[in-house]
Structures are given as C-alpha cells and as structure tokens.
C-alpha cells in the first residue's frame, strides 16, 4: 500500500493547506500531548501513561512543523516520532495522526479567522467513528460561527483521541473585507 501522504507537491511550493498547518505546529504541536486528553479524559493535568519532558515536547513540535514543510509520509513521521520520544510504535502512531489532525484543523481555522471570510463552520463526522459520541452532538449543532465552540467544545476537530472529523466552510461572509492582524 502507498505510505499516506500528509504533503503532497510536486514542485517546491508549499500548498495553502501545508503553510497554514505548518504555522500552527510551529507554536503549538505537542501542546496537549502528555495530558490527559491524551488518555481520553477530560482537563489538562498530567497523564500517567504519557510521561512527556518539556524537551521531547519541543522536538516533537519540531518534528511536527519540519513534516508540514516538505514532503513527509506517515511511516517516516511516525518513525521520527519513536525515536523522539521513546514511544512504542502505537504511541506514535496516535501521537503522528493526533498531532497532524490538529495542525491541519486548527491551522486551517487561523487562516479562517485571519481572512475574515468565513462566517460559520459545520462539522463533518468522520466515518471511522464507532457509535455515537460526542462529535454526534458537533454534526447535530449544525453551522456555528467562526470562533464558537461546538457542543464538545472545541471550535474544530479533533475532539477526542482518535477523532478524525474534518471542520467544512458552511457560510461566508457577504463583504469580503480582509480581517487585518
Ligand atoms: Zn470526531
């Protein structure tokens, strides 16, 4: 099977999708690894199974902005990522497809803020969820304005371990007038 791609370019210029990404992994991938979000739990405190230093945390940002910014398949992610922090290869596997999800999502939600031309955002389910959870509740909520949070709380996916929803433009705003700052 072809390695999943999270960059795909042919020439050297980095497409919309991969610099906003890029962006946002640069000042906060790895912000919630090691708490207990990662565990599935609620709040922020320590988790007991992601011991994670301050330092891995930073290579891991590192990791995580330098796979934005060229080419990189998930095997060579997830591979970086083990090595970085002395995960099994499961841990990094989640720790590859979380981190990627919330660059991805939030970089795009930055963009979205910054252009000032999206009004409100659905939420799209991911067919990989099994039964129903809280991302139901985020589908259900329908178009929410930019910046609002859905019923789980969050403005966009992820919004647990191991959620793959995606955010979708649902309005725009009438005047396109560029948000500056
Ligand atoms: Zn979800």
New binding site residues.
Partial sequence: MEPKKIHVSVSAVISDVNLVAMKWARDHAGERLGTKWYDGEAGTGPSEKWPVSESVRLTIRKIMTEAFSRETCMSELIERIRVAGGFTEEQARTVAETETKFAQCHGNLAAWKRTGVVKSIKWL??SL?KGR?V?DL?LEAGAVLLGQTFPSGDEV????IG???SPCIAELNETKQPNPG
């Fill in positions: 389910k991911s969820h959870d991302c985020n996916p992820p919004a647990h959620c793959c929803c």
